[in-house]
């Protein structure tokens, strides 16, 4: 029996859905995503592109990351040309690719309403390739601002305008607040010099949210010393001004177009049918292309034309309605290969977000819920976190992370410095060794006991954590008929070494003092235990865990062995990021079992520290972590490239 053979032209958020639901449901079936680049563009982060807030690959998700380890994914890099619906075949500049199935995705593109001079003189943010370009002519306007002595050039070098007050006008307005204060400190401008503006055809901003946070949005803006020209209508544009419907022009070298978003032109080559305007094809409520029912052919995305019954408008160009629209197309494939009912296209968008800049924004979510400030903000990064887990990309998800977090310059982003620092991880080398020492001389005596080190023949007999002793101080472990008060508790407590992993029991009455409470140690007072004995929650599970002497036995054998192992690869540098979360987590479980004391809390500290990479610095991490890192990708995803010829020509 022949596979299933289903095109998916356009890697866009629509695209990139319907191929991994397809992938999920259709195991046995061959799926082809034919896209004109080798990467999904995360068209919500351009604007941090464009003012350099992050690093130009930030906005870009390889397919081969997304999915190479799918088996019955192929990836190719090529332009479609041409679709022959009768013989159900998809022409490309490089070869041809037959289907059974196919969905058409390729977005939308920028609406320029036929405005003079808007293409030829002002910058869309559409793409990659836009970001890159609006980066670059920034920096060499403000370069040519800084060497300008004419006030009235100057000036208008130093005049950036936005078209458009959707969210990506506003969004790439909150990018430039924040790039004006790099840019000045750089090119040694005041940053009063410097001004930003929307220009806007309607009366209000931001139509899409609910007008009391729009006007929130406003009001920051206008706090920022934004220039909001509402009632402002172009009417044309050249390369050193923008003209104004009845109105003076505006001097400037710098206009981003955000106004609108039309179908991809490139639609009207494939013989389907369009609307009137924007070169939207037409879907019903399955997303069929209308006139090609009983053909196999699917629309989504921004390219999607589908009128939603509830407001009588075809979707909105925007991320939910696209993803959506990808997985009804898409499982309405599934449906129609398996014999099921197939599912209408239903309208369902949770709310929408808009930062402005790096540190603020505003969100209106699930309909109910207004936020605003640090708090849209953290619902933002949060939005962008469940993403990279919904495409299941561990790599993009690190990524993220870093980028957005960690490795960003100039306090952009929402700690405001104090999350990202591009410090020296040489200076908790003498840390990370001194720590692994510690647990290498705790975890030494579990095995010497009573011996001696120099002599490997007298290890691991008495004291020992390898003899037929029960060291843990649970009581279901200790079967001898012997009372069960506190002093006989404390007896068995002060049998146990006192180490950084075990210290097992509590010392209270150890040596005949009351403890007392201290974070280090002091002559002639008696450490305290973090707890004195076990919390009653987490005795069920340690019940569960360690049920009897045999595996108790086992286990402290185990824990021994693991410990020198933990502190083995600290001193060399091994893993360090894991072996320190191990540390901390095992710390933990010492303080719970009532084996710890608060004098060695500072165990747990010293490991989250020692998560900030320091094995990269003298340590084998250095060579370890790219080697891995570069092999299992390699081995999962397959080789990244900039190409793909499909898996039967990689």
Same mark, same amino acid.
């Given at each position: 029996?022949?596979?299933?053979?289903?095109? *998916?032209?356009?890697?866009?958020?629509?695209?990139?859905?319907?191929?991994?639901?397809?992938?999920?449901?259709?195991?046995?079936?061959?799926?082809?995503?034919?896209?004109?680049?080798?990467?999904?563009?995360?068209?919500?982060?351009?604007?941090?592109?464009?003012?350099?807030?992050?690093?130009?690959?930030?906005?870009?998700?390889?397919?081969?990351?997304?999915?190479?380890?799918?088996?019955?994914?192929? !990836?190719?890099?090529?332009?479609?040309?041409?679709?022959?619906?009768?013989?159900?075949?998809?022409?490309?500049?490089?070869?041809?690719?037959?289907?059974?199935?196919?969905?058409?995705?390729?977005?939308?593109?920028?609406?320029?309403?036929?405005?003079?001079?808007?293409?030829?003189?002002?910058?869309?943010?559409?793409?990659?390739?836009?970001?890159?370009?609006?980066?670059?002519?920034?920096?060499?306007?403000?370069?040519?601002?800084?060497?300008?002595?004419?006030?009235?050039?100057?000036?208008?070098?130093?005049?950036?305008?936005?078209?458009?007050?959707?969210?990506?006008?506003?969004?790439?307005?909150?990018?430039?607040?924040?790039?004006?204060?790099?840019?000045?400190?750089?090119?040694?401008?005041?940053?009063?010099?410097?001004?930003?503006?929307?220009?806007?055809?309607?009366?209000?901003?931001?139509?899409?949210?609910?007008?009391?946070?729009?006007?929130?949005?406003?009001?920051?803006?206008?706090?920022?010393?934004?220039?909001?020209?509402?009632?402002?209508?172009?009417?044309?544009?050249?390369?050193?001004?923008?003209?104004?419907?009845?109105?003076?022009?505006?001097?400037?070298?710098?206009?981003?177009?955000?106004?609108?978003?039309?179908?991809?032109?490139?639609?009207?080559?494939?013989?389907?049918?369009?609307?009137?305007?924007?070169?939207?094809?037409?879907?019903?409520?399955?997303?069929?292309?209308?006139?090609?029912?009983?053909?196999?052919?699917?629309?989504?995305?921004?390219?999607?034309?589908?009128?939603?019954?509830?407001?009588?408008?075809?979707?909105?160009?925007?991320?939910?309605?696209?993803?959506?629209?990808?997985?009804?197309?898409?499982?309405?494939?599934?449906?129609?290969?398996?014999?099921?009912?197939?599912?209408?296209?239903?309208?369902?968008?949770?709310?929408?977000?808009?930062?402005?800049?790096?540190?603020?924004?505003?969100?209106? *979510?699930?309909?109910?819920?207004?936020?605003?400030?640090?708090?849209?903000?953290?619902?933002?990064?949060?939005?962008?976190?469940?993403?990279?887990?919904?495409?299941?990309?561990?790599?993009?998800?690190?990524?993220?992370?870093?980028?957005?977090?960690?490795?960003?310059?100039?306090?952009?982003? !929402?700690?405001?410095?104090?999350?990202?620092?591009?410090?020296?991880?040489?200076?908790?080398?003498?840390?990370?060794?001194?720590?692994?020492?510690?647990?290498?001389?705790?975890?030494?005596?579990?095995?010497?006991?009573?011996?001696?080190?120099?002599?490997?023949?007298?290890?691991?007999?008495?004291?020992?954590?390898?003899?037929?002793?029960?060291?843990?101080?649970?009581?279901?472990?200790?079967?001898?008929?012997?009372?069960?008060?506190?002093?006989?508790?404390?007896?068995?407590?002060?049998?146990?070494?006192?180490?950084?992993?075990?210290?097992?029991?509590?010392?209270?009455?150890?040596?005949?003092?009351?403890?007392?409470?201290?974070?280090?140690?002091?002559?002639?007072?008696?450490?305290?235990?973090?707890?004195?004995?076990?919390?009653?929650?987490?005795?069920?599970?340690?019940?569960?865990?360690?049920?009897?002497?045999?595996?108790?036995?086992?286990?402290?054998?185990?824990?021994?062995?693991?410990?020198?192992?933990?502190?083995?690869?600290?001193?060399?540098?091994?893993?360090?990021?894991?072996?320190?979360? *191990?540390?901390?987590?095992?710390?933990?479980?010492?303080?719970?079992?009532?084996?710890?004391?608060?004098?060695?809390?500072?165990?747990?500290? *010293?490991? !989250?520290?020692?998560?900030?990479?320091?094995?990269?610095?003298?340590?084998?991490?250095?060579?370890?972590?790219?080697?891995?890192?570069?092999?299992?990708?390699?081995?999962?995803?397959?080789?990244?490239?900039?190409?793909?010829?499909?898996?039967?020509?990689?």
């Amino acid at each position: 029996m022949s596979k299933e053979k289903i095109i *998916v032209i356009g890697a866009g958020f629509a695209g990139l859905s319907a191929t991994r639901y397809l992938s999920k449901k259709l195991k046995d079936a061959e799926i082809t995503l034919i896209d004109k680049h080798s990467y999904h563009t995360m068209m919500t982060q351009l604007h941090e592109v464009a003012a350099g807030r992050v690093d130009a690959a930030n906005a870009q998700y390889d397919l081969q990351r997304l999915l190479g380890h799918r088996k019955n994914v192929s !990836i190719v890099t090529d332009k479609v040309t041409n679709i022959d619906k009768e013989n159900k075949l998809v022409s490309t500049e490089l070869g041809s690719y037959p289907y059974d199935y196919l969905i058409v995705s390729i977005g939308g593109e920028p609406n320029d309403f036929g405005i003079p001079g808007v293409k030829e003189n002002s910058f869309s943010l559409w793409s990659y390739e836009d970001a890159i370009k609006i980066k670059r002519h920034l920096d060499i306007t403000v370069e040519k601002a800084a060497r300008e002595t004419d006030p009235d050039k100057r000036k208008a070098l130093l005049t950036f305008l936005v078209a458009g007050s959707g969210f990506t006008g506003i969004e790439m307005v909150g990018e430039l607040i924040d790039w004006k204060a790099v840019a000045a400190k750089e090119y040694k401008l005041d940053p009063d010099e410097f001004t930003i503006g929307v220009v806007e055809m309607m009366p209000t901003i931001l139509n899409m949210l609910p007008r009391a946070d729009a006007d929130k949005a406003l009001r920051y803006l206008e706090k920022k010393n934004v220039q909001i020209l509402t009632n402002h209508e172009i009417s044309s544009v050249a390369s050193d001004y923008v003209e104004i419907k009845n109105q003076a022009p505006i001097a400037s070298h710098t206009l981003i177009w955000t106004t609108g978003v039309q179908g991809n032109t490139e639609a009207k080559s494939y013989g389907l049918q369009e609307t009137e305007r924007a070169n939207r094809l037409v879907a019903n409520q399955y997303m069929e292309a209308i006139g090609f029912e009983d053909k196999g052919i699917y629309v989504a995305g921004d390219v999607s034309a589908y009128t939603e019954t509830d407001t009588n408008r075809p979707t909105p160009q925007i991320v939910q309605a696209a993803e959506a629209t990808g997985h009804t197309a898409a499982a309405n494939i599934v449906a129609k290969i398996k014999g099921e009912k197939k599912q209408p296209y239903h309208a369902n968008y949770s709310g929408f977000m808009v930062s402005i800049g790096s540190k603020w924004g505003v969100a209106h *979510v699930m309909n109910f819920l207004h936020l605003s400030g640090f708090l849209a903000m953290i619902m933002k990064h949060f939005i962008y976190i469940i993403y990279t887990l919904q495409i299941r990309s561990g790599y993009y998800f690190f990524q993220y992370f870093k980028n957005e977090f960690f490795h960003t310059k100039n306090e952009r982003n !929402i700690g405001r410095g104090h999350l990202s620092r591009l410090g020296n991880v040489l200076w908790s080398v003498p840390l990370r060794v001194f720590y692994g020492s510690v647990w290498l001389v705790e975890a030494s005596h579990k095995i010497v006991g009573n011996g001696s080190y120099l002599n490997p023949s007298t290890w691991f007999g008495k004291g020992s954590w390898f003899t037929n002793e029960v060291k843990f101080p649970f009581e279901w472990l200790h079967t001898a008929a012997v009372t069960t008060g506190a002093s006989e508790a404390a007896g068995k407590a002060a049998e146990v070494t006192t180490g950084a992993s075990s210290a097992a029991g509590s010392a209270t009455e150890a040596a005949g003092k009351t403890a007392e409470f201290g974070l280090s140690y002091a002559y002639g007072v008696e450490p305290m235990a973090v707890f004195d004995k076990m919390p009653k929650f987490l005795e069920p599970i340690m019940k569960f865990m360690i049920p009897n002497k045999e595996v108790a036995l086992f286990m402290q054998k185990f824990m021994s062995i693991v410990e020198i192992l933990i502190a083995l690869a600290l001193i060399a540098g091994l893993f360090t990021f894991i072996a320190s979360a *191990v540390t901390a987590a095992l710390t933990v479980m010492f303080c719970l079992s009532g084996m710890f004391y608060w004098v060695n809390i500072w165990f747990i500290f *010293v490991a !989250i520290a020692l998560m900030n990479g320091s094995g990269r610095a003298l340590g084998l991490d250095k060579w370890v972590q790219p080697w891995i890192q570069k092999h299992l990708g390699r081995r999962w995803y397959g080789k990244v490239r900039a190409i793909y010829t499909g898996r039967s020509k990689s």
